[in-house]
């Protein structure tokens, strides 16, 4: 399951985040986490090492993908078994939903209050489609395996 969602400015500021178990610090964890995304994309780039599409912890994974005005970044407990491939279908949708919906998302990191409902919407509608995925495609590894 996709414990996270970020959405981060090409600067590394946060733009929106979507986290399932909300905490109380949420706004410095999460402008330090668009800081470190946005740190080791840089450093990766200066380097001419190219870009940071995954990283890993000793708890989660985290697939990053950049556009030319934001990054996308999803994390997920590294227990849970989704395929890399399902992840990248996941931030490309996500990706195209957002780049069809808002014709400019701010720099700085600031939505407005209908820009930040109808990203809302759209987040939460992704990972109800997302978690809905997961559960299908667990009932069909059962029933797979139940064959043999």
């Known amino acids: 399951m996709i414990q996270a969602v970020y959405i981060i400015s090409r600067t590394g500021v946060p733009i929106y985040f979507k986290e399932r178990t909300p905490e109380e610090d949420d706004v410095t964890k999460v402008t330090l986490f668009s800081g470190v995304i946005s740190a080791i994309r840089t450093v990766l780039q200066e380097i001419d090492a190219g870009e940071a599409n995954y990283l890993t912890t000793q708890t989660h994974e ?3 993908e950049a556009t030319s005005d934001f990054a996308v970044a999803l994390v997920k407990d590294i227990k849970d078994n989704f395929e ?4 990248n279908d996941m931030i490309a949708e996500l990706i ?5 919906n808002f ?13 930040e409902i109808q990203m809302a919407n759209i987040i939460e509608d ?17 029933i797979k395996d139940s064959f043999w």
């Open 62 to 64: 985290v697939y990053v």
């Open 84 to 87: 890399r491939e399902s992840i």
């Open 96 to 100: 195209t939903q957002i780049t069809f």
């Open 103 to 115: 014709i400019e998302l701010p720099e700085v990191g600031i939505l407005s209050f209908e820009q």
């Open 126 to 142: 992704l990972m109800a489609k997302w978690e809905d995925s997961v559960k299908d495609s667990q009932a069909l590894k059962k």
